[in-house]
């Protein structure tokens, strides 16, 4: 059935999206800013990781939509049906 592909294409999608920012967070995370004066890190790895863990964020959110979008189907179908 497509509705319950396209569930599971959502949650895949969910899936690999939170992982994502997970990554992009940890990466986050352990960035030596020990002396704003200092230039210990490469702010082009910060940057990278911000907007990786921005993409992750919308990725998620887009995939949400498709898993709310296909369960609302789902539940029409089955109304329909019943």
Do not use: C, W, Y
């Amino acid at each position: 059935m497509e509705v319950n592909n396209s569930l599971n294409i959502g949650v895949q999608g969910f899936q690999q999206a939170t992982e994502r920012a997970s990554q992009a967070a940890h990466e986050i995370a352990t960035q030596n800013v020990s002396d704003a004066k200092v230039e210990s890190t490469n702010p082009d790895d910060l940057v990278r990781s911000l907007v990786d863990l921005k993409q992750a964020e919308i990725d998620a959110k887009a995939n949400a939509k498709v898993i709310e979008t296909a369960s609302d189907v789902l539940g029409s179908i089955l109304d329909v049906k019943a």
